[in-house]
């Protein structure tokens, strides 16, 4: 089978959404795979969004012309940009069959950073998925947030080979606590690096690392890490922390379980389906407490949160993927 992915969300990018992608993308070898992305040939950016998310100013035409090259079997769109959205018209116009997939709190996002309306975004949400064979969403809650009639569950998975307790370097550490990821206000990261009585570190670069580094000057900042170069810097911590209260899965809370990390976090979606309360860490309104919690049955939670990563593989993930594509 020949499958075209349009993604507005693609390399050099560097969020959840790409490294998806390319984790799923590598683990399938039985289809052909064409990925239709903002950087292909031809196509031109007319601006970009907050992230670098680039918004087409040929859409439609890059479109078209890469439908009528390849030829594809099946169409998935990643993304409600401006390559979504002309993949969804042709796809409809040619009669191909395509899902999509919902990755980002969109109106969550669109309210914090622009005080666009919810409802206005929601409205754009669901006219854009409403053609769609299925929508892809990562977990339950998230499911149960949108409501759609056509909705399926797609998790993630985390690569073990470079995740794992290896690394474990505490020494000195005891109390060190981490956030990994990007460093946007969307985050909540005033929330991380406001808790008192822990050593924190802070891993990542994005347009809020300066506002936070100018507001609090006892955080351990890395800026960039490599992907690769993370488990040694989740080795130096015992606690994951994630303040975020608008993510659709959170891929880093998998990756620092398969480091043996247990993890604090807010009682919200999609936390709430990913971490399984007083078993691989936990959940609740103030983030000192979870942690305190976890310090309290240390060796349980990390024992746990580490088998639970390690059930979570990108090749089950992939095929499910193709499933719901050829269902």
């Known amino acids: 089978m020949k499958i075209m992915l349009v993604t507005d969300a693609w390399k050099p990018q560097v969020n959840g959404v790409v490294y998806t992608l390319q984790n799923v993308i590598s683990n399938i070898t039985d289809h052909d795979i064409f990925i239709l992305h903002p950087k292909i040939e031809g196509a031109k950016t007319l601006f970009n969004l907050y992230y670098n998310i680039p918004i087409l100013k040929n859409p439609f035409e890059v479109v078209r012309r890469y439908l009528d090259q390849q030829k594809p079997d099946r169409v998935h769109i990643a993304t409600e940009g401006s390559l979504g959205v002309a993949a969804r018209y042709y796809c409809k116009k040619y009669n191909i069959k395509f899902n999509t997939s919902y990755h980002t709190q969109l109106a969550d996002y669109g309210w914090v950073l622009y005080k666009v309306p919810k409802i206005i975004t929601m409205a754009y949400i669901k006219w854009f998925h409403s053609t769609s064979s299925r929508v892809l969403v990562s977990t339950k809650s998230i499911e149960k947030q949108l409501k759609f009639k056509n909705s399926v569950i797609w998790g993630r998975?985390?690569?073990?080979?470079?995740?794992?307790?290896?690394?474990?370097?505490?020494?000195?550490?005891?109390?060190?606590?981490?956030?990994?990821?990007?460093?946007?206000?969307?985050?909540?990261?005033?929330?991380?690096?406001?808790?008192?009585?822990?050593?924190?570190?802070?891993?990542?670069?994005?347009?809020?690392?300066?506002?936070?580094?100018?507001?609090?000057?006892?955080?351990?900042?890395?800026?960039?890490?490599?992907?690769?170069?993370?488990?040694?810097?989740?080795?130096?911590?015992?606690?994951?922390?994630?303040?975020?209260?608008?993510?659709?899965?959170?891929?880093?809370?998998?990756?620092?379980?398969?480091?043996?990390?247990?993890?604090?976090?807010?009682?919200?979606?999609?936390?709430?389906?990913?971490?399984?309360?007083?078993?691989?860490?936990?959940?609740?309104?103030?983030?000192?407490?979870?942690?305190?919690?976890?310090?309290?049955?240390?060796?349980?939670?990390?024992?746990?949160?580490?088998?639970?990563?390690?059930?979570?593989?990108?090749?089950?993930?992939?095929?499910?993927?193709?499933?719901?594509?050829?269902?």
């Not at 985050?187 to 507001?215: A, M, R």
């Not at 310090?295 to 390690?310: C, I, P, V």
Request: hydrophobic share 35%; aromatic share 12%; net charge neutral.
């Open 157 to 327: 998975g985390v690569d073990t080979s470079i995740f794992n307790n290896k690394d474990k370097s505490n020494s000195g550490n005891e109390n060190a606590i981490i956030f990994v990821g990007r460093v946007s206000k969307d985050k909540n990261l005033d929330d991380f690096c406001s808790i008192k009585g822990y050593n924190k570190i802070l891993v990542g670069d994005g347009p809020y690392l300066n506002t936070l580094k100018n507001k609090y000057s006892d955080v351990i900042y890395t800026g960039f890490v490599d992907h690769k170069e993370l488990p040694k810097w989740y080795g130096k911590a015992r606690v994951f922390v994630f303040p975020s209260k608008h993510d659709t899965y959170g891929l880093v809370i998998l990756e620092a379980m398969a480091c043996g990390l247990p993890v604090a976090a807010y009682d919200v979606p999609s936390p709430c389906d990913v971490i399984e309360n007083g078993v691989t860490g936990y959940l609740g309104d103030s983030l000192t407490e979870n942690i305190e919690k976890i310090f309290g049955k240390y060796n349980y939670l990390s024992k746990n949160a580490l088998e639970f990563a390690n059930s979570k593989s990108w090749k089950s993930i992939s095929d499910q993927f193709v499933s719901h594509l050829l269902n």
